[in-house]
């Protein structure tokens, strides 16, 4: 395996005297993930819940920060039906993305220019503008490399290139987190956020390297017939509401754990981001083993898969009822690194690869749309019930809570989600005989 992942990424990596624009795309699209995941890492993730604090956040005010970003995926509605005259994929893909970091950055300078009584507020603003541009360039970026990865290589390709991003998100995390050690407050906040300045700078450069292919419009125009196309396809539909239901009682607590961690269970920075760097670990090994079984099982049979694994990782807490929590943390960790590399791989090719070409900008904003709504939700609640449980037992604070989260996302992976899943294999292997009947008729 270790073989073939080399060989996989020599192949991606190596430059040829003659190379066609997808090739160039491929490698672009590898090295401009690194910086723009060292700026996710450096100032999102568990370092970001230490500049929330630092900056005087709540729970509540965390669980609002969180839930944000999957709020902002709306947004890709309005998107999907600009693109149909936006036909400049990469132009508008640089400048949202650009945007979205650059203002991220900019979080930085709150302590610098505004009184502490604003932080909070002018953070949740630039937070809420950075996603918004996050997102308008997300739905461009999936349109693009739909049509720049061949369909024979999507799942080894995506497997190689989160694989090598992951490992870039691994040193991120660590360094991050010993910066913060060494360098507590003001002086390590402005080494991580002058490092992320950089990185947008190169973020930047990639971006204007990436190809351009012809985008193809929707055969709806930019009518309303556009919007509700998504929505005529009961499948697509029947799939995006368990995900989403799925999301809403996910997010309700695992955006929480580092704040669980740092200010219920009082685990030091370098504890916190140790586990995360070993989260982060396991879904870089997990990633390229996803990929490869992508090869030889449909995208819809793995999910099913990735649910229940999901749920577990929530369901394992309860453990630190008769084994020490340090240990049930690492088993957590390792369990929902391994579902979520899984995950965040397959989600990503069920939208390619069961939208029609002209259509995929909607079917990828509607699904964003859905999913978005349930990860605002989920946050905001978790938030707002940790602030509510400081009153009561610390158990349900500490293991309580997730625990319960948990047992309701396996009751949904294992009572609900083959019945919504089966549906749609059995549709894929329809597809493929009709295609396969065509194509002998032809």
């Known amino acids: ?33 690194i910086p723009a995941n060292i700026i996710a890492n450096l ?25 944000i970003p999957p709020f902002a995926m709306l947004i890709q509605i309005v998107i999907a039906i600009a693109m149909q005259k936006w036909h400049n994929r990469k132009l508008f893909l640089s400048f949202f993305a650009i945007a979205h970091r650059a203002l991220w950055v ?33 739905v461009i970026w999936t349109s693009l490399m739909a049509d720049l990865v061949p369909k024979s290589v999507r799942g080894k390709y995506f497997g190689i290139r989160n694989t090598i991003h992951w490992a870039v998100v691994c040193v991120t995390l660590f360094a991050g987190g010993q910066i913060m050690e060494w360098l507590p407050g003001t002086t390590g906040f402005i ?17 204007s390297r990436y190809p351009n292919p012809p985008f193809q419009p929707s055969d709806s125009g930019t009518s309303y017939r556009m919007l509700f196309r998504p929505f ?30 740092l200010e219920v269970m009082n685990l030091s920075t370098t504890m916190v981001t140790l586990i995360a760097v070993l989260q982060n670990l396991v879904m870089m090994v997990s990633y390229y083993y996803w990929g490869i079984l ?9 999910l099913l898969w990735t649910f229940p694994i999901i749920a577990l990782s929530c369901v394992v807490w309860a453990g630190m009822v008769i084994l020490p929590a340090l240990l049930i943390l690492v088993v957590v960790h390792i369990m929902l690194g391994f579902g979520l590399a899984g995950y965040n791989l397959l989600v ?11 259509e995929r900008p909607m079917y990828i904003a509607v699904f964003s749309a859905f999913t978005g709504i349930a990860g605002f939700i989920g946050p905001i609640a978790g938030g707002w019930l940790y602030d509510q449980a400081d009153t009561g037992p610390r158990w349900l604070q500490t293991y309580g809570m997730t625990s319960i989260a948990g047992a309701a996302m396996l009751l949904l992976a294992l009572g609900i989600a083959p019945f919504v899943f089966s549906h749609r294999r059995g549709h894929s292997r329809v597809n493929m005989k009709v295609k396969e009947g065509a194509k002998l008729k032809a």
């Not at 005297?17 to 401009?32: D, F, H």
Request: one cysteine or more; hydrophobic letters at 50%; proline letters at 3%.
């Open 1 to 33: 395996m270790l073989n073939s992942f080399l060989q996989g990424f020599r192949r991606t990596m190596g430059i040829r005297q003659i190379e066609s624009v997808n090739r160039k795309g491929l490698r672009t699209a590898l090295i401009e993930g």
């Open 43 to 67: 100032l999102g993730g568990p370092l970001q819940t230490i500049y929330l604090t630092y900056l005087g956040f709540t729970a509540v005010h965390i669980g609002l920060v969180l839930a």
């Open 106 to 138: 900019c979080t930085g300078l709150i302590p610098l220019f505004f009184s502490q009584d604003a932080w909070i507020p002018v953070y949740i603003a630039l937070w809420l503008v950075s996603f918004l541009a996050a997102h308008s360039s997300g």
């Open 191 to 207: 080494i991580l956020f002058s490092i992320s300045g950089i990185c947008v700078i190169w973020n930047a450069w990639e971006l």
């Open 232 to 261: 005529s396809d009961k499948l697509f539909l029947s799939s995006t509401l368990f995900i989403s239901v799925f999301i809403l009682v996910e997010n309700v607590v695992i955006p929480l754990f580092a704040y669980v961690m």
């Open 294 to 302: 992508n090869g030889r099982y449909s995208t819809n049979t793995l």
């Open 348 to 358: 990503f090719n069920f939208l390619i690869g069961d939208s029609p070409k002209s």
